[in-house]
């Protein structure tokens, strides 16, 4: 009996930790400013919403028999909504909300009791409380859903004109009754279509995967439905990098625990883990990017190394006699993937690989000759920055100096002294390699936001095994729709315009 209960209570856990959600990649923390911002663009469409309410016919019995028709509202005064952060969501609070309109009437008492006319509405301190949840579809994208509305008209002033309107003010009261019930149920109805319909549209172009080239994309599908405290609305997002290719190999490293921000002065934050840094090293190592063959063909014009035997003259006499004056070649690969560790105020790639160094013999018809195999092991202190343009904003890196250590793997070209060819290296490196690296840091990876929003007043902060994005926004309607910009190669050419902290 013990063991059968210890077998329930192992599958029971066994579930329970299969279950068990794994930490974002990035977190994306909406403010209460930010939300206060939101609401504050969202209120033409509300005020619009409201203003083209359609209400229902209404008819009935009440000593008399009588029709509304035609009722309307007409213009509306919407002081101010306040947005409240709770755990049943964002609740979207009006006060002293006035609202004007009109309605024709017709009743009949009787043969000689009957008449029509038109009714002017007036509604004054009228309240209204409308609560919105957000969560995740199937593709990731963030959905909005009504969790809850009221509309309560406290003071209605209704003005009969027309034939016999003292008699109409007999069922006044009916009316109000009628035009509470019926206002509040359409209008709350009409709130949850905008909601539905023009808020879930805006939302479908946040842009869950980001293509950054023919074969690599970063993933920012929501993982779990967004949760809202009593401070900030928190979304979590894969953020990962990952091939186009569907067969490619997955990271093998899980993503770091995302740190609580206690920062709240900005509109919105983007904290990135480490992680997601990571698996773009990863998926770039993984794509063969990390290799590059160097020979004096591929050699940039800036670069000032004589890429000849003469190189390594001095420091490998015999190579040199050898093979006097003889053009070499360089076949560069990285062994695993960099990997960048981020502290407070510093973010630190380190890396390892081979340098393969070779010779075109012209005494035997140009051909290549291995020469010698050097270990090579790294870091550099990545300087972390924003480029933006307009409707983009980018987190780059950018590469300044390599700190190496060298070893020598093998030598078919006698002994080479290990400390003396590090100074070769690392020339080579500060033209060849750091170019290299800047090549993709100096791109970055693009801030995920929806069309027609715009980041400004943006910092970066480097934290323990993050990064951290504080931004304002502004918002353009007429920017909806508009293609966000692609962060091409001639990035490299603007890095004045990084913001460094």
Request: with cysteine; proline share 5%.
């Amino acid at each position: 009996m013990e063991i059968n209960y210890l077998l329930v209570c192992t599958a029971i856990i066994s579930i329970i930790a299969s279950g068990t959600a794994v930490n974002p990649g990035a977190r994306i923390e909406i403010t209460q400013n930010g939300l206060n911002y939101m609401i504050k663009q969202g209120l033409p469409y509300l005020k619009s919403s409201l203003n083209s309410l359609a209400l229902p016919d209404i008819s009935g019995h009440d000593e008399c028999d009588y029709s509304l028709t035609n009722m309307h509202i007409g213009d509306i005064d919407l002081p101010s909504i306040e947005g409240i952060i709770g755990s049943d969501g964002l609740t979207l609070k009006g006060e002293g909300i006035g609202l004007s309109g009109g309605v024709d009437y017709s009743y009949k008492c009787s043969f000689l009791f009957h008449g029509s006319g038109n009714v002017d509405l007036g509604v004054t301190d009228a309240s209204l409380s409308f609560t919105i949840l957000v969560d995740k579809d199937d593709s990731g994208h963030p959905v909005l859903k009504p969790n809850g509305c009221s509309l309560d008209l406290t003071n209605i002033d209704i003005k009969f004109h027309g034939s016999l309107s003292w008699l109409a003010n007999l069922f006044k009261g009916t009316i109000k009754d009628k035009l509470k019930s019926y206002a509040s149920d359409n209008a709350c109805s009409k709130l949850s279509d905008l909601i539905q319909k023009k808020g879930n549209s805006f939302l479908q172009d946040f842009q869950t995967q980001m293509k950054i080239d023919d074969i690599v994309q970063i993933d920012y599908s929501l993982i779990n439905n967004p949760v809202f405290t009593n401070q900030e609305l928190q979304v979590d997002v894969k953020g990962e990098f990952i091939s186009i290719n569907p067969n490619a190999a997955k990271p093998p490293f899980p993503p770091t625990t995302i740190s609580q921000v206690s920062e709240s002065s900005k509109m919105a934050y983007l904290v990135a883990s480490s992680y997601l840094a990571n698996t773009a090293a990863f998926v770039i190592h993984e794509e063969g990017y990390l290799q590059y063959n160097v020979t004096p063909n591929t050699l940039h014009d800036k670069i000032k190394i004589p890429f000849t035997t003469v190189l390594f003259q001095d420091l490998i006499p015999a190579f040199y006699n050898k093979y006097p004056d003889m053009n070499i070649t360089l076949n560069m690969y990285a062994t695993s993937p960099p990997f960048l560790k981020v502290t407070p105020g510093e973010a630190r790639l380190q890396g390892s690989g081979v340098i393969e160094v070779a010779v075109y013999d012209t005494n035997c018809d140009n051909a290549v000759v291995h020469a010698f195999s050097l270990e090579v092991d790294g870091s550099t202190e990545v300087k972390v920055g924003l480029y933006q343009t307009a409707g983009a904003t980018n987190v780059t890196g950018e590469v300044e100096s390599l700190d190496l250590e060298v070893t020598v793997q093998d030598t078919e070209v006698g002994t080479i002294n290990a400390t003396k060819i590090t100074n070769i290296i690392e020339k080579l490196g500060n033209q060849i390699i750091i170019p290299l690296l800047n090549k993709y840091a100096k791109v970055g990876w693009p801030v995920p936001v929806v069309y027609g929003v715009e980041l400004i007043n943006s910092e970066i902060v480097l934290g323990s095994e993050y990064i951290l994005v504080g931004t304002d926004v502004d918002y353009e309607p007429q920017q909806l729709g508009a293609v966000q910009e692609d962060m091409s190669e001639d990035v490299t050419q603007k890095v004045s315009h990084h913001v460094h902290f």
